[in-house]
């Protein structure tokens, strides 16, 4: 079945790092990718997507690109803020007929000091 | 804004006691979706409904039950809460098209005493 695979953490930087989380996929066909943030006590609050290979997802200074060759889908920012600090998912949507369902990766939880 | 609506954002019941957890939506979305996340865990899905089509993951135990009475509203019941079932509990919205993302509520924190 569909899995995704995503960096656990915990990750620690500092105001004004660099920052990637890995994220690589198993499915078949061309599932669509996502990220999700999850501040404390919060519900999910959907990043970023793609839903092609190639495509590149931007938002609020982040940016994934949707990398069939690699089945990779790697979240990237140039320079985080403490307010970045939260856990990150990364999930798949199968391309599948009928595909409700999300496969989510375990989670990586980001803390930025400043 | 168009939104998922979690209701109560806490609950607190007793061991036993059977409680009830509210979802409503204005996306007019035609999936809605529970899951169940523990601390530092992914969601995890207990089952799901395409308009009144209901769905329930293999492994979600018998003692949660849902309820979808219109497109707008869907509801968890817990019917004996133990002490395992204290969690966050997420509600999320998404069309059938498999471009799209789900939209997540802000949860229900569910303490069991």
């Known amino acids: 079945g569909d899995s995704v695979t995503q960096m656990e953490g915990p990750v620690t930087l500092s105001e004004e790092a660099f920052l990637t989380i890995n994220c690589t996929y198993t499915a078949t066909g061309y599932p669509s990718l996502f990220w999700y943030v999850q501040y404390p006590g919060e519900g999910l609050q959907l990043l970023l997507k793609a839903t092609k290979a190639d495509d590149k997802g931007s938002n609020k200074g982040f940016e994934a690109t949707y990398r069939k060759e690699t089945t990779s889908f790697h979240l990237e920012k140039g320079s985080v803020q403490v307010s970045d600090s939260a856990v990150y998912f990364c999930a798949l949507r199968g391309s599948q007929g009928g595909s409700e369902k999300l496969v989510f990766g375990k989670g990586t939880k980001l803390t930025v000091n400043p | 804004d168009a939104m998922v609506i979690q209701n109560p954002r806490y609950q607190v019941t007793q061991f036993g006691k059977p409680v009830t957890l509210s979802c409503s939506q204005t996306?007019?979305?035609?999936?809605m979706y529970w899951y169940q996340q523990k601390s530092s865990q992914a969601p995890k899905l207990l089952f799901h409904?395409?308009?009144?089509?209901?769905?329930n993951e293999a492994d979600t135990p018998d003692n949660f039950q849902s309820r979808r009475p219109n497109t707008s509203f869907c509801f968890l019941d817990i019917r004996s809460p133990g002490l395992g079932d204290a969690a966050m509990y997420l509600c999320?919205?998404?069309?059938?098209?498999?471009?799209?993302?789900?939209?997540f509520g802000d949860g229900t924190r569910l303490s069991i005493l």
């Open positions: 996306l007019n979305h035609n999936v």
């Open positions: 409904y395409y308009d009144k089509d209901f769905n």
């Open positions: 999320a919205t998404s069309t059938r098209d498999t471009g799209q993302p789900q939209h």
